[in-house]
């Protein structure tokens, strides 16, 4: 069965060029914090494993691998939220019906519209809760077993 | 070499957000060499529950070592290619950046040898 595939304009994605600068800006804005914030917060929770694990008593060893856990997760959850900018500006989900009535912006009629429209971060941010607050009850367990 | 690129749209913007990524990467490299300076010179901050700091000493402590300096030096290459990667197709003006893919494989193998240590530390209290 063929993969089924997105086009941009009609280009696939590594020669897809925006068409004008106001579009570029629109892709690079989420590049910003997709491939940027995202991956910088991943990098840090492995810091934290890493100075956890070694440095601190042995103790801290398991907290190290709760922060190494901790870091996958987030890496997981930022490549998937990096994904959502290659389906917001594929051809197919231009007329797409689920997306036919989206929250207008009040006072932007009629003004110029880049892609889909914008499906904010509301699943992601509830993952990126639920992983959070099960790294610090995990984190509480393994202080009350010291 | 420094060029001069003409700020047009989020051009600065953007390349500012590629050298914080670098520098994501150097940290965590500067972590991973500490780990490994750590481990060679079996050394580690004292606490009341050991004083003097020192661990048992074990042969696992240099391929251990160098491990985690490989991998410090896996996290530089990537962060420099990332950097490089993501510059050049800014320059280009490409619409979306080909190295998130590939850097999150590189990424992932990086937190798997700090998972392992994890395991390892734990299971050889020698080290």
Known sequence: ?146 | MPQLCENTGSAARDFAMLERNLLSHLRLAALLLLLAASILLNARLPSSSDPSGDTPHSSGRIPLASIEVAAAVVAIGAGIWEYRRGYQEMQDMKGFLTAVKPHFYVMSAVAVVVFTTCIILISDSGI
């Open chain 1, 1 to 146: 069965m063929a993969k089924d595939h997105h086009y941009y304009h009609g280009k696939r994605s590594y020669s897809f060029y925006p068409q004008d600068v106001n579009e570029l800006v629109e892709f690079r804005a989420r590049q910003r914090t997709f491939d940027g914030a995202y991956g910088r917060s991943a990098l840090g929770a492995l810091g934290y494993a890493l100075t956890a694990l070694r440095l601190f008593d042995k103790r801290f060893y398991n907290i190290g691998i709760l922060y190494t856990v901790l870091s996958g997760l987030i890496f997981v959850v930022a490549f998937l939220r990096q994904r959502h900018s290659l389906h917001d500006f594929a051809d197919s989900y231009w007329a797409h019906p689920s997306f036919a009535n989206p929250i207008r912006t009040v006072g932007q009629s009629g003004k110029r519209v880049f892609g889909r429209p914008f499906v904010t971060a509301g699943r992601i941010v509830v993952s990126l809760a639920v992983v959070v607050a099960a790294v610090e009850i995990g984190l509480l367990v393994l202080i009350f077993q010291v």
